[in-house]
Every structure is written in structure tokens, then in C-alpha cells.
């Protein structure tokens, strides 16, 4: 079935700094991929999805990433800032079955 | 819309005893999923159903757990003879959409098995 890498488990990040969460999958029948942000002590919520026939969306603040040929996805904060203090969770999903796989997710940490 | 509902918010339970967790889903939406959420293993897909069909229960530890949708407006998992090692978050999902397969997540319940 499929598994979902992502990377890193942890960053701390500096306010203005970049901060880059990259997730790797194996199944090649991946079509839809999406990340989720959880704040502390709340559930997760939708942060952007990303569909096959997409390679980039942006959002406010942050820009997506996908690469079907090496199986990669990546959620890039650009600017970052206190309140993108967060986890953040990459998830796949296959054309050929309705099971949501997650990443492991990592926990981004935003300093003044 | 109130989104997810999960009920209770939090729940202590002693060693052996056992507890229900219940999910009433947005309506109109087809699927419900449950995970687990701890520290040390992220996110664990335990089991989920469309149009209150059991799809996928690979996740579920198969003695202990079990899952049921009786009706399109709620869910349950219930853990019977609670270990402390069940001590997690339980979070559910609903979907309305088989294809895209967005998942809406409910606050979670908090179990915690003394």
C-alpha cells in the first residue's frame, strides 16, 4: 500500500525565513495530495490541495509543489511568520481507492 | 454547518474498562474516516466507511476495536478493555466527495486509559 515520507519531523525557523516540508510517496496511482496545518491543541484543517493536472498553487504565504515523476511533494512558507507556528501534515490519496494516507508531519516552530 | 462533532471532547478511563467514542459527521457528506493521532506514531489511519459501509478497517488493532455506522449521522469506535497504550487522540473525518476525497476533521476526542 502506500507509504508517505515527510521530512523534516521537526524545523525552528526564524520570523522572514523560509521554511520547506517535503513529503515523498511510493504509489504511483497518487492523484490527489493535500496538506493540513494543526495548530496546538486544535484539529487539523485543509491548508491547499493539489490535484494531477496541477504542478504549483500558491496560497497566502506559501506555495506548493508537486513533482509526479519523483514522487515528491513539497509545501514551501515563504515568508514565515509566529503564527505558522504549527504541525503540518502532508496526505495522498490513490485513484484507485478512497484511503487517505498521511505523513508523519512535522512541527514548525516560528521565533521572532 | 457545525462541521465534525466529536463527543466526548475528553475521556478517563480505567485500565480493562471500555470506552465509545462517537463521530456525527457533516451532512451529506458519504464517508467517514477514524484515525489516531499520538506523539510517538503521527497519524493512523484506523478505519473508515462509505455510505455507512465498512471500506477499510486494516488499521484497526483487531481484538480490541471495533467500528460501527448505523445511521448516516453517526459513527462510533469503541475500545473494549482499555490499555494505557491506547491513550491517543481519536480524530474523525467526514467526505463528501469519493473522487477529490477531502477530508473534514472533527476537534478529536482525547482518551486517556489510567
Known amino acids: 500500500g502506500e507509504q508517505v515520507e515527510q521530512r523534516p519531523p521537526h524545523l525552528s525557523v526564524r520570523e522572514g525565513d523560509s521554511a520547506v516540508i517535503t513529503c515523498t510517496y511510493t504509489d504511483p496511482n497518487s492523484y490527489y495530495f493535500f496538506w493540513y496545518k494543526q495548530e496546538p491543541g486544535a484539529s487539523l484543517q485543509l491548508l491547499m490541495k493539489v490535484f494531477s493536472s496541477t504542478e504549483i498553487n500558491e496560497g497566502q504565504g506559501f506555495t506548493v509543489l508537486l513533482n509526479k515523476k519523483d514522487k515528491r511533494l513539497s509545501l514551501n512558507l515563504t515568508a514565515a511568520h509566529p503564527g505558522d507556528s504549527a504541525a503540518y501534515f502532508c496526505?495522498?490519496?490513490?485513484?484507485?481507492?478512497?484511503?487517505?494516507?498521511f505523513g508523519t508531519g512535522t512541527r514548525l516552530q516560528v521565533s521572532p | 454547518n457545525a462541521g465534525v462533532i466529536q463527543t466526548p471532547r475528553h475521556k478517563v478511563t480505567g485500565k480493562g474498562q471500555e470506552a465509545t467514542l462517537w463521530c456525527e459527521p457533516i451532512?451529506?457528506?458519504?464517508?467517514v474516516f477514524w484515525y489516531r493521532q499520538t506523539i510517538v506514531q503521527g497519524l493512523e489511519f484506523l478505519t473508515y466507511?462509505?455510505?455507512?459501509?465498512?471500506?477499510?478497517d486494516s488499521g484497526m488493532p483487531k481484538e480490541r476495536f471495533s467500528a460501527q455506522m448505523p445511521n448516516q449521522s453517526h459513527s462510533t469506535l469503541k475500545i473494549q478493555s482499555t490499555q494505557p497504550q491506547d491513550s491517543a487522540v481519536y480524530l474523525c473525518?467526514?467526505?463528501?466527495?469519493?473522487?477529490?476525497?477531502?477530508?473534514?476533521f472533527g476537534a478529536g476526542t482525547r482518551l486517556s486509559v489510567l
Open positions: 473525518a467526514s467526505s463528501s466527495d469519493r473522487v477529490e476525497n477531502t477530508l473534514y
Open positions: 466507511f462509505r455510505n455507512q459501509a465498512p471500506i477499510d
Open positions: 496526505a495522498v490519496t490513490s485513484s484507485n481507492t478512497d484511503k487517505v494516507v
Open positions: 451532512s451529506g457528506h458519504s464517508a
